[in-house]
């Protein structure tokens, strides 16, 4: 077929304003004003020139407790997270039995993630970005929740190839790609 067709005109993404809710979500203050983790130096490795880390602990205490830190709070230029897909199953290791359970969905799996980001976005620098490993169990919720967490400017691109089914999320400068491989 044949004919013409105009673009349409794009609105400002600050007239599409929207929050995601549900009955579990909590504030932001909430989330900044839980329970810490108590800290404490089990070894060092490399030059010690540079502040890296090796923590072992609930990530939820650890993030409250990094943000606080005025040598991280702010700092972070690079964040990759590979967090459970919402399977559904439970994942077994050959030398520990259970290596953790991934039955987590809907409103209670994105309000554990929702925690994480809000965290994540206190400690990251203004250039910085963040990744997320996720495969097309979440992803699309995860996007929209990034988008309201990180305030999201721009929907940048999707990416697709043919190989393993795996999606990843990115954040930079506020831009946000959602890269999916099949």
Do not use: W
């Not at 910085?128 to 988008?147: E, Q």
């Amino acid at each position: 077929a044949t004919g013409s067709y105009s673009e349409v005109p794009r609105l400002p993404y600050e007239d599409t304003d929207f929050e995601i809710n549900y009955k579990t979500k909590a504030s932001e203050q909430e989330i900044l004003d839980g329970e810490r983790a108590r800290l404490r130096l089990q070894n060092t490795y490399g030059n010690l020139k540079h502040d890296n880390r090796l923590i072992a602990g609930d990530n939820l205490k650890v993030l409250r407790t990094l943000s606080d830190d005025p040598t991280v709070s702010g700092k972070v230029r690079l964040i990759y997270i590979d967090p459970p897909y919402a399977t559904g199953f439970r994942f077994q290791s050959t030398t520990v039995g259970v290596a953790y359970d991934d039955v987590d969905r809907g409103a209670t799996y994105l309000e554990v993630f929702r925690k994480r980001l809000v965290l994540l976005r206190e400690l990251m620098s203004s250039d910085g970005s963040i990744y997320v490993h996720l495969d097309v169990n979440m992803i699309f919720p995860v996007k929209l929740l990034m988008d309201e967490v990180f305030e999201i400017e721009e929907h940048t691109s999707e990416l697709q190839s043919r190989r393993n089914l795996v999606c990843r999320l990115l954040l930079e400068k506020k831009k946000l790609a959602a890269l999916i491989t099949r």
